[in-house]
């Protein structure tokens, strides 16, 4: 049984910084691309940013320049570094991973996501 354990949301004043965490727990083969998305309130899911098996980024435009998406492969972990940040960006932000799973001589590959952590940037 694979699960996605998310922490570091909270309340942060308006510029202020965050760091979020995704951690995958249980037994698997492999982790290829691993991922932010977040879900405003009456808004639909967007993704934040990628992270590729070879570390490879990729960001919305809103946030580049003050996000930054990392993996720890020996901790199957996924960070996001969240920094100036606005009200608008006041939403659950969930983690999305793409594992591979080797059974009985079989390769599968699962969409992971997790329970999703709130993050609320307010003065």
């Known amino acids: 049984q694979v699960q996605l354990v998310e922490s570091g949301g909270g309340l942060v004043q308006p510029g202020g910084s965050l760091r979020l965490s995704c951690a995958v727990v249980?037994?698997?083969?492999?982790?290829?691309?691993m991922g932010w998305y977040r879900q405003a309130p009456g808004k639909e899911r967007e993704l934040v940013a990628v992270?590729?098996?070879?570390?490879?980024?990729n960001y919305t435009d809103s946030v580049k320049g003050r996000f930054n998406i990392s993996r720890d492969n020996a901790k199957n972990t996924v960070f996001l570094q969240m920094t100036s940040l606005k009200t608008e960006e006041t939403a659950v932000y969930y983690c999305?991973?793409?594992?591979?799973?080797?059974?009985?001589?079989?390769?599968?590959?699962?969409?992971?996501w997790g329970q999703g952590t709130q993050v609320t940037v307010s003065s």
């Open positions: 249980g037994s698997i083969f492999g982790i290829n691309a």
């Open positions: 992270i590729t098996s070879g570390s490879s980024t």
């Open positions: 999305d991973v793409e594992g591979v799973t080797y059974e009985l001589e079989v390769v599968r590959i699962y969409d992971y």
